[in-house]
């Protein structure tokens, strides 16, 4: 079965931390653009963050300077490490796997099931 599945949300103060691990099952990571989206109540998802098979990297400008995506391939692993976090970045997590460029996302691509991030004192 191919599946992806992230871990590391939760519940963070504002300036705090927090790591995501996007694990695929099932197939491998190597040659994927893995992008990272999040969708808050009530708002459309959008993208976060999106990294190539070779390591290129973009973010999104709300998430710049704050948010470091990165690729393990021997583990077949994509994290996002989230640094200053603001309670605007509350949203659930998800990442996605595509062949598309840009992480522009398709029918047919990859989803994992999501984590939730709550940024709240």
């Known amino acids: 079965q191919l599946q992806l599945v992230e871990s590391g949300g939760g519940l963070v103060q504002p300036g705090g931390s927090l790591r995501l691990s996007c694990a695929a099952s099932?197939?491998?990571?190597?040659?994927?653009?893995i992008g990272w989206f999040r969708q808050a109540p009530g708002k459309e998802r959008e993208g976060v963050s999106c990294i190539s098979s070779n390591g290129s990297t973009i973010y999104a400008d709300a998430v710049k300077g704050r948010f470091t995506i990165s690729r393990d391939n021997a583990k077949n692993t994509v994290y996002l490490q989230m640094n200053s976090l603001k309670p605007e970045d509350t949203a659930v997590y998800y990442c996605a796997a595509t062949v598309r460029a840009m992480c522009i996302m398709a029918v047919g691509d990859y989803w994992g099931q999501g984590t939730q991030v709550t940024v709240s004192s």
């Open positions: 099932g197939f491998t990571l190597d040659y994927y653009y």
